[in-house]
């Protein structure tokens, strides 16, 4: 056997020891000088998180005018001014005039029927033409008649538009009558009756609502001679006006 040093422990199995002790303590600092100080040799990186995205915005409805939506039926009434030209070769006697008018109409999303008045004045400047002691007076006409109604809608909201009837027209020129009853006696204004048809072409604009609007256009008239002309007339007139839809 091998002998005991002083103590009774052997020396051999006493270095071995002591070497793997040694060996154990360079193991973290070689770990240490090649990855870094604390960062493990195969850290990744922390996983992201991706947030969900939004939900897709509502689809907006594509805007629509009053006229094209379904709807059974619209009623519109239209009130204006206008200045008639008497299509004539003497433009010195005949002047320009002014005419007022109203209009009212139920129509379909296309097409509609309606009734119209208007009013008009025409002044013959019969001194013009040098008749001796000539005077400026108004050439009357009153009227009244059904007229057909035809539309497009546009989805701003313009109306185009045209119109076309027929015409009941009174006219007078410096005529009157003396009429009495059993108390007094009265001079009147004596109106003639002539068949007539107009035709228009406009537009209806919206204003600060869809029940506000603005109207103009053209309008073309025609009469025939009747109780009052020799022969036929045509005038033509652009209006301007104001008007209401509902």
């Not at 008045?117 to 006409?141: C, F, K, M, N």
């Not at 185009?160 to 020129?173: R, S, T």
């Not at 003396?178 to 228009?200: E, I, K, L, M, S």
Request: charged letters at 15%.
């Amino acid at each position: 056997g091998r002998p005991l040093e002083a103590g009774g422990v052997e020396e051999e199995p006493m270095k071995r020891w002591l070497v793997v002790v040694l060996a154990l303590s360079f193991i973290p600092a070689a770990a240490e000088s090649q990855w870094g100080a604390g960062a493990p040799p195969d850290a990744s990186p922390p996983p992201t998180a991706i947030a969900p995205s939004p939900p897709p915005a509502p689809a907006q409805a594509p805007y629509t005018a009053p006229y094209a939506r379904e709807r059974l039926g619209w009623f519109f009434g239209t009130f204006g001014v206008g200045v008639p030209f008497l299509l004539t070769d003497d433009r010195d006697v005949v002047r320009p005039g002014a005419n007022l008018h109203a209009r009212f109409a139920f129509t379909s999303r296309y097409a509609g029927v309606g009734m119209q008045a208007s009013y008009q004045w025409i002044p013959i400047d019969t001194a013009a033409s040098g008749v001796v002691g000539g005077t400026r007076d108004p050439l009357l006409r009153g009227a009244f008649g059904p007229f057909l109604h035809l539309q497009a809608p546009t989805p701003s909201g313009v109306i185009p538009y045209l119109q076309g009837g027929f015409d009941f027209n009174f006219w007078n020129f410096r005529e009157t009558a003396v009429y009495c009853d059993y108390w007094t006696c009265f001079r009147t204004d004596v109106y003639r009756f002539t068949p007539g048809f107009h035709g228009r072409a406009g537009a209806q604009i919206p204003l600060t609502s869809w029940s506000l609007m603005l109207d103009l256009g053209v309008e073309v008239g025609m009469s025939f001679p009747g109780d009052f002309f020799l022969e036929n007339q045509t005038w033509v007139t652009p209006y301007l006006g104001i008007g209401y839809r509902r």
